[in-house]
Antibody
């Protein structure tokens, strides 16, 4: 069974940093692109970042470019999102998602809540 | 960015047909595939893939769900609607960097 389990969320002050992790199991992690998607309270889904199989290529949404970094450790089957210079508008539930060949998000984690507030 | 436009809400009766639309400002077709996908999200849960590449049913999804469309116009149909289908439905394109529609909330009359 495919499982994606996020961790590392919580309350953080504006301007500080936080790192999310997503532990994958039930599939060969290195065979898939991976992504982070977020959802602000009562709002819709927003793609945040994607990463290629070995991590050599990364892609970011305009709202996080230059502040967030997506990475992966295939030996640990774990995806990461380093979030720097956090703002109140980054408050959201962050989901990791597996991307299939056509970049369809075919599996999702349960989400990690991040609140940016003083 | 490719912009996806969905109606915000839809109310249907149990057993009737629900049709949710998604329109894009750019063509999302590429080499014979339409890079449009649909997700269901219930309150407090993560999104779940329903339909991929416009018309393909994801694994484990009942045949009451179907998708169609190409180019810039797409629809998700649920027929017949069941009580468990109350949720928000999102379209998403992967022709370019991913973008989502704002979601359509399906309610029962």
């Amino acid at each position: 069974e495919v499982q994606l389990v996020e961790s590392g969320g919580g309350l953080v002050q504006p301007g500080r940093s936080m790192k999310l992790s997503c532990a994958a199991s039930g599939f060969t992690f290195s065979d898939y692109y991976m992504a982070w998607v977020r959802q602000a309270p009562k709002k819709g889904l927003e793609w945040v970042a994607s990463i290629s199989y070995e991590g050599s290529s990364t892609y970011y949404g305009d709202s996080v470019k230059g502040r967030f970094t997506i990475s992966r450790d295939n030996a640990k089957s774990t995806l990461y999102l380093q979030m720097n210079s956090l703002r109140s508008e980054d408050t959201a539930t962050y989901y990791c998602a597996r991307l299939d060949y056509y970049y369809v998000m075919d599996a999702w984690g349960q989400g990690a809540s991040v609140t940016v507030s003083s | 960015d490719i912009v996806l436009t969905q109606s915000p809400a839809l109310a249907v009766s149990l057993g009737q047909r629900a049709t949710i639309s998604c329109k894009t400002n750019q063509n999302v077709d590429y080499y014979g595939n339409s890079y449009m996908h649909w997700y269901q999200q219930k309150p407090g849960q993560q999104p779940k893939l329903l339909i991929y590449l416009a018309s393909n049913l994801a694994s484990g999804i009942p045949a009451r769900f179907s998708g169609r469309g190409s180019g810039t116009d797409f629809t998700l149909t649920i027929d017949p609607v069941e009580a468990d289908d109350t949720a928000t439905y999102y379209c998403q394109q992967s022709r370019n960097l991913p973008t989502f529609g704002a979601g359509t909330k399906l309610e029962l009359k």
